[in-house]
């Protein structure tokens, strides 16, 4: 027993020998993002031939250089700065990897989507547990100011995900235009192709959104109720422009509603008032309330992760909201 106990406390030692430091994580981040803005600089106009995201990924890689500054989860942070170089790498070289070759975390390009026929960037993060049957798929579309690889790169994403086995695919979804009719067209033509590449499981596609992603998510919902089994809106809303879409198409659907109680862009009494609305309208809606939670997905982790496991279990309300404080005054939030 004490030679294991000495193997064991030796093993530790190696193991956090070999964990590369904060400051070691954050030095490749930069790196990573430098390359990448040469690569992007060297190939841009080849790239904005194929995407039309030249400019678009200009910002972003300078956006998320100047993060490095401030940040406090360095594996989050160099996750992220993997995925976007990868992404500017497959649009250098005009590569599609196949999604069903996927593992882990990844950036990919599907081809031809939109009007344009443009090249259409996804983040997406393939558990060791989804296991060899057709996959739970979960469309995640992210929030202002973000990119789909700030999904993935999230470890709250995917320490669910691992949990579930569930797929978790983030796509570009225009970027902060997520509510132009032209972006919920791009996004269900992108579902096609999803479903077409890999082996899903029809009856469990899920479609989730934080804040911008959330207003997002119910205008893609409203546009074709059935390819959904359930929604996940976090710290998100309906947009007054497609509340009347909502209110005609959201019958008998699970909506899983989070917020949390501080949070000052959508607030905990907007929300409550929005489940009763939702409700009234023959909405299955079960809403969560982080206490002390804002307007992050970090502050409402827990009641966030209970709704997304409530939401894949098939919990859903009978109709009557569960987990609610009476509703509060008459809000207006904006998308945000």
């Known amino acids: 027993m004490k030679m294991f106990s000495v193997l064991a406390a030796i093993a530790i030692t190696f193991n956090v020998a070999l964990a590369p430091a904060p400051s070691d994580q954050l030095s490749q981040a930069r790196a990573l993002l430098e390359g990448a803005q040469r690569e992007l600089a060297a190939n841009a106009a080849a790239i904005d031939r194929l995407s039309g995201l030249t400019a678009v990924l200009h910002a972003r890689l300078a956006a998320h250089l100047a993060q490095l500054q401030t940040s406090d989860d360095p594996e989050a942070t160099l996750q992220l700065a993997q995925l976007d170089r990868a992404l500017v790498d497959q649009l250098a070289q005009q590569t599609y990897p196949a999604l069903d070759t996927i593992h882990g975390a990844s950036a990919a390009l599907v081809p031809a989507i939109g009007v344009k026929k443009l090249a259409y960037p996804l983040a997406l993060y ?29 470890p709250l994403v995917r320490s669910l995900a691992d949990a579930t086995g569930s797929v978790v695919i983030a796509p570009y979804a225009g970027g902060d235009d997520m509510l132009a009719d032209a972006t919920i067209a791009d996004l269900y033509q992108t579902l096609g192709a999803i479903e077409t590449s890999l082996r899903v499981d029809r009856r469990r596609v899920y479609l989730a959104g934080n804040s911008l992603g959330g207003f997002a998510a119910f205008k893609a919902l409203a546009a074709a109720p059935d390819r959904w089994s359930s929604l996940l809106v976090i710290e ?3 947009a007054q422009t497609d509340s009347d879409a909502v209110a005609q198409h959201v019958r008998g659907k699970p909506v899983y509603l989070v917020g949390g109680s501080e949070d000052g862009s959508i607030t905990s009494a907007y929300l409550r008032q929005l489940a009763a609305w939702l409700s009234s309208h023959g909405a299955l809606v079960t809403y969560y309330e982080q206490p002390g939670g804002t307007h992050s997905l970090a502050s409402v982790a827990p009641m966030a992760s209970k709704a997304w496991r409530d939401m894949l279990a098939g919990v859903a309300s009978s109709g009557t909201i569960q987990e609610v404080i009476p509703p509060g005054p008459t809000m207006k939030p904006h998308p945000n």
């Open 126 to 154: 393939v558990p060791a547990t989804a296991g060899d049957k057709p996959a739970t798929l979960i469309i995640y579309l992210h929030g202002k100011g973000q990119s789909e690889a700030d999904v993935i790169a999230s």
């Open 236 to 238: 998100g809303a309906v």
